[in-house]
């Protein structure tokens, strides 16, 4: 009952439907059909392929379909948990990807930061009240980061924060220990990003869909 938003290549999905254990699935969503071929053959060498599922599309335009889907069933078809992996700058990989210092323009990260919002956005409502939903990328831009995860609280108050320093180790937190926050300079490993937030639970139960589609 995981859903992976912007899945491909597909580690972090193939992470996940590996640490079920066979209690549970991964919708794989990606708007690439290439990409997510390679993560349904992978899958499969794992023995993964009825655990992990893939679906191709615009992960913004997919509450829509969970929306029908939900009217179709009489009951709100939403996830335990929700990862957005979003798009990026990519500034926090420098250090294995220099061909980004030529390539990435500055009006580049404006775009990448209303996708980002909108892909938030796009999550909201599919987590089931107890769930929690995850976003990260591999900058290290307050603007890509928390500064997305204030904003997205602001909008939906039904959301808080979990602590990194609960989580994982507090020198890989930002400062206050509310985010994962690793940098090149400091840690010695690729700049990245995490926030984990929590749905507020709700006494109504909800099911859990099955909306996946061959890719």
């Known amino acids: 009952r995981v859903l992976d938003a912007c899945a491909a290549p597909g580690g972090k999905a193939l992470y996940a439907g590996a640490r079920l254990q066979g209690r549970g699935t991964v919708l794989a969503m990606d708007v690439s059909y290439r990409r997510l071929q390679a993560l349904k053959n992978q899958a499969r060498r794992m023995g993964l392929e009825g655990i992990v599922r893939t ?126 926050a690793t940098l090149p300079f400091k840690h010695k490993m690729d700049g990245a990003f995490g926030a984990l937030m929590l749905r507020a639970a709700e006494p109504a139960p909800a099911l859990t869909a099955d909306l996946a589609a061959p890719a």
């Open 55 to 180: 679906r191709q599309g615009d992960f913004r335009e997919f509450p829509e379909v969970v929306r029908a889907k939900s009217e179709e069933k009489g009951r709100p078809l939403l996830f335990d948990r929700v990862l957005v992996d979003a798009p990026c700058s990519g500034l926090g990989v420098l250090g294995k990807r220099a061909d980004l210092r030529w390539r990435r323009q500055p009006q580049e990260i404006g775009e990448l930061k209303v996708l980002q919002s909108e892909l938030l956005e796009a999550a909201a409502g599919l987590v089931k009240p107890g769930g929690y939903l995850l976003y990260s990328t591999c900058s290290i831009e307050d603007d890509e980061n928390q500064d997305q995860v204030y904003a997205f609280l602001e909008a939906h108050p039904e959301y808080s924060i979990v602590e990194a320093r609960h989580r994982v180790d507090p020198a890989l937190t930002s400062e206050g220990g509310e985010f994962l």
